[in-house]
């Protein structure tokens, strides 16, 4: 410290040519320095440790981009659905009818055929169709139908007269199907781009496992079986105009060859059989043994509010389907 003197009054206990001193501060020593520099560092790395301790936290945290995205999500969803539709109703169970009913004499005999198609397995199986009996199974036995040799031979050519005989007069129209299905893959080239230059025969008509399906027209069962390879459980119909329809994919077959059946007669129900995705109907019409687009000829078709409906339904069976399996892989 360094010493001053100065002759200024500063009380009046002090007489006016009496020095006063005054300290005036000199410049810090090396130890006050050092504790200085402390300070700093230390304030520096605790703003440093703040800001990581701060960005850590802001990454726990959902971004504004991903909540506007999920928000586009929600609301696209909301959007898909009609305004006036009502909330859709459980599902109801299908209506399947006792064994002693629809298989009074029983089911024919388990056979389950596989193979493959590219990398993808599949089996035709399992059979589930009633075995013949009755008036109808002599009929199948005398024009020699039920077996591959009769589907192929009606299948390239026309039938005989005395297999259109007994068959009720078919309607112009073909009855839907499926009433509680809608409309997925048309006819024609339509396949993904690896299967591009295969024809799709018919339609697929998409519906809940189980859904009854019905004869688009009167006619007489000339197959039912699941001998052809990718069809699974198989109905075909011979109707009196001597076109065909087709029924494949099916989880259970309700009649047998040699039945006559009228418009609208259950065939048997929906299932994913043979060379199948997902639960759905494969439908073909034949005439004059060539496979037509059946899409305009249909009667009965749900509307577009009603198919896009039963597209939500499908779409949250998917959906419940998907977090099952992955709740069954954990």
């Not at 300070?39 to 440790?49: E, K």
């Not at 981009?65 to 169970?93: C, F, G, I, N």
């Not at 299908?94 to 599949?122: N, Q, S």
């Not at 749900?302 to 198919?307: D, K, T």
């Amino acid at each position: 410290m360094k010493r001053v003197s100065c002759s200024a009054s500063v009380s009046r206990d002090v007489m006016p040519s009496d020095p006063v001193e005054v300290f005036e501060p000199g410049p810090p020593s090396g130890g006050m320095q050092r504790l200085r520099g402390a300070r700093v560092w230390l304030l520096r790395f605790g703003v440093v440790a703040f800001s990581m301790v701060l960005g850590a936290l802001a990454a726990c945290l959902p971004r504004p981009t991903a909540l506007a995205s999920q928000a586009r999500r929600l609301a696209s969803h909301v959007r898909a659905r009609p305004a006036s539709m009502p909330s859709p109703e459980p599902e109801p169970k299908p209506t399947t009818l006792p064994e002693t009913v629809v298989a009074p004499f029983g089911w024919m005999d388990e056979a389950r055929r596989c193979g493959r198609r590219g990398r993808r397995r599949f089996c035709d199986g399992p059979r589930r169709v009633p075995r013949p009996h009755g008036e109808a199974e002599a009929r199948a036995a005398r024009l020699e139908l039920g077996t591959l040799e009769a589907f192929g031979r009606l299948r390239a050519g026309g039938a005989s007269a005395e297999m259109l005989a007994d068959i009720p007069d078919a309607e112009e129209k073909l009855l839907w199907p499926v009433p509680r299905g809608f409309l997925g893959r048309g006819f024609g080239y339509v396949r993904r781009p690896e299967l591009a230059h295969r024809q799709h025969r018919g339609v697929d008509i998409p519906a809940p496992r189980g859904a009854e399906v019905r004869a688009a027209n009167a006619g007489l069962v000339v197959y039912a079986d699941n001998g052809v390879e990718g069809y699974g459980n198989f109905v075909v119909l011979l109707h009196a105009d001597d076109t065909r329809t087709a029924y494949a994919h099916l989880r259970e077959a309700r009649v047998f060859a040699g039945q006559i059946v009228e418009r609208g007669h259950i065939l048997g129900e929906v299932g994913t059989t043979g060379l199948s995705y997902a639960p759905h109907l494969h439908f073909e019409w034949w005439r004059r043994a060539v496979p037509r687009n059946p899409t305009r000829h249909f009667a009965e078709r749900p509307s577009p509010q009603e198919e896009r409906r039963l597209q939500i339904e499908a779409q949250r069976r998917r959906e419940a389907m998907s977090r099952a399996a992955v709740l069954a892989h954990r």
